[in-house]
């Protein structure tokens, strides 16, 4: 198999590859009507579907009720169910962050300065400064950020 090339000199049980190569490499697909059911047998299936940003906002806001914790700003319940990308898990990790940066306290620029996202305004005027041909005004913008 042109998949296993890499592995082939580790391992010479077939099953043995398999599975290395699968831990190697995380998130592969194989088909697995051709793969051995002895192998299939030892292996964890999962099917996930990624969770909408509303309700991974909704549930963060459950959550932070629940343990009674802050925040100002739906922007930052936003921006953080927006960056887990459909992962709840991932969700809950980025706001334990959030919160242990803002000393149990969420806010957007926490939020936005711990996910490294650009603001929109100062996007804009980036983008304003250099659409004028306004090169040290784009600079010093460049240089706040």
């Known amino acids: 198999m042109e998949l296993f090339k890499d592995v082939d000199l580790i391992f010479r049980n077939k099953e043995n590859k398999i599975i290395y190569y699968r831990e190697l490499k ?33 549930q963060l806001k459950l959550i932070l009720k629940e ?11 936003q921006l953080l169910a927006k960056s887990a990308d459909g992962s709840m898990r991932d969700a809950l990790s980025l706001s334990d962050q959030a919160i242990a940066l803002g000393n149990g306290h969420i806010d957007s620029q926490t939020v936005a300065n711990m996910l490294g996202t650009l603001d929109t305004e100062q996007a804009i005027y980036l983008l304003e400064a250099i659409s004028s041909k306004q090169p040290q005004v784009a600079m010093d913008c460049l240089e706040q950020l």
């Open 26 to 58: 995380g998130n592969i697909e194989l088909d697995t009507e051709k793969l051995p059911a002895t192998i299939l047998s030892r292996c964890l299936q999962f099917h996930l579907r990624p969770i909408s940003v509303a309700s991974i906002a909704q």
């Open 67 to 77: 343990e009674d914790l802050s925040y100002e700003e739906e922007e930052a319940i």
